[in-house]
Structure formats: C-alpha cells, structure tokens
C-alpha cells in the first residue's frame, strides 16, 4: 500500500528534476537519466506513477536506491534537529 504525503514543495522540486532529465536526454551536459531517477525519488509519494517507477527502480537497482533512502533519512533528521535548534534559539530570545 502506498503512502501520499501531499506536498507542494516536493511536487515543484520533482517536477523540476523530472524537466532537466527530459533535457539532460537530449542535451549532453546534462545527465538525464539520473536527473529522472532523482525526480522519481522526489515524486514517489505525490504520484502513484512514481511510485511504480521507484519500484522499478528498486528492483533494477535495490543498493542504490537503498543507499538514496537512507540519505533522504538522515537528511532528514538533521533537519529536524536544526528546526528545534532554531525554534529553541527564537524562544531563549523572548525569554
């Protein structure tokens, strides 16, 4: 079962990958298959065509996209820590 997490910033940063691999296929500075798979990534809980793609994917490349996984989790977690990190910080300022 697939989970959607709505987002609209993840929907614009996967879309955006997804166009600079349709133009990394036909131009050569670009490197369009990775621009894709990275987009598929991004998409995987938006769409449930990217979700079938990223299961493609997996299958085709299971440590790679293990490895992707796991740095989209640390990501973010730190992330999470730099939020509180922050929100402490504007809270010790008011008090």
């Known amino acids: 079962m697939m989970e959607y997490r709505p987002s609209f910033g993840r929907k614009v940063f996967g879309w955006s990958l997804l166009g600079l691999g ?3 296929t036909v131009l050569p ?3 369009g298959a990775l621009f894709i ?3 598929l990534f991004v998409l995987r809980h938006q769409y449930h065509w990217a979700h079938r793609g990223m299961a493609w994917a997996q299958a085709r490349w299971p440590r790679q ?4 996984e796991s740095l989209e989790a640390r990501l973010v977690q730190r992330m999470r820590r730099w939020r509180e990190q922050a929100r402490s910080l504007l809270l010790m300022g008011r008090g």
């Open 22 to 24: 349709a133009l990394g």
């Open 29 to 31: 500075i670009l490197q």
């Open 37 to 39: 798979a990275l987009g």
């Open 65 to 68: 996209v293990a490895m992707v």
